[in-house]
T-cell receptor, first 114, second 112 residues
Framework: DAGVIQSPRHEVTEMGQEVTLRCKPI?????LFWYRQTMMRGLELLIY????????DSGMPEDRFSAKMPNASFSTLKIQPSEPRDSAVYFC????????????FGPGTRLLVL | QKEVEQDPGPLSVPEGAIVSLNCTYS??????FMWYRQYSRKGPELLMY????GNKEDGRFTAQVDKSSKYISLFIRDSQPSDSATYLC????????????FGKGNQVVVIP
């Protein structure tokens, strides 16, 4: 079974541009998580969905960040407008919504905002 | 106080040494404890998973949970250069959502 798929793997953009990150969770998983990882702050949870419904977006840093999950096999994280401080590695993870289940991570998108 | 504390200082050890990593936490409701391993430029992958207190062994890896002290540990015996990675602890409570609380991670370098 394919793991979590993320695209693009690398993104370089200029400040002010819109950035869209994409994620395909593991088939059958019904929870999806977006994380951001930096050296300074480690791995931070931005938002997560259960059964395509956003449950907790308290980690989303600002209104410039938005996330959607239109169906069980696809999610996007959008940054508009992007800023240099958004430079980080963004991970998507998925899991089964069941007690004791853990999360499986994608390879990440390395974002650099100039 | 953060939910999970993990001293992020890098750790360099010679090949064959025992690596000892640990995390402390503040939420007594945590009952599921995990260690993830993250190679450079890769996503974290689940390495060890334990429920409640006690020890779990898997090959050269041992995970320990002491809920009374809110302290978890990971030991790597006979460390190999291929063990060079960042190790993150993670934990969750048994209710409501399945959100994980992560430590900041320890970078481990095993020198041949």
């Amino acid at each position: 079974d394919a793991g979590v798929i993320q695209s693009p793997r690398h993104e370089v953009t200029e400040m002010g541009q819109e950035v869209t990150l994409r994620c395909k969770p593991i088939s059958g998983h019904n929870s999806l998580f977006w994380y951001r990882q930096t050296m300074m702050r480690g791995l931070e949870l931005l938002i997560y969905f259960n059964n395509n419904v956003p449950i907790d977006d308290s980690g989303m840093p600002e209104d410039r960040f938005s996330a959607k999950m239109p169906n069980a096999s696809f999610s996007t994280l959008k940054i508009q407008p992007s800023e240099p401080r958004d430079s980080a590695v963004y991970f998507c993870a998925s899991s089964l919504l069941a007690l004791g289940e853990t999360q499986y991570f994608g390879p990440g998108t390395r974002l650099l905002v100039l | 106080q953060k939910e999970v504390e993990q001293d992020p200082g890098p750790l360099s050890v010679p090949e064959g040494a025992i690596v000892s990593l640990n995390c402390t936490y503040s939420n007594s409701a945590f009952q599921y404890f995990m260690w993830y391993r993250q190679y450079s430029r890769k996503g974290p992958e689940l390495l060890m998973y334990t429920y409640s207190s006690g020890n779990k062994e898997d090959g050269r890896f041992t995970a320990q949970v002491d809920k009374s002290s809110k302290y978890i540990s990971l030991f790597i015996r006979d460390s190999q250069p291929s063990d060079s990675a960042t190790y993150l602890c993670a934990m969750r409570a048994p209710y409501g959502n399945n959100r994980l609380a992560f430590g900041k991670g320890n970078q481990v370098v095993v020198i041949p």
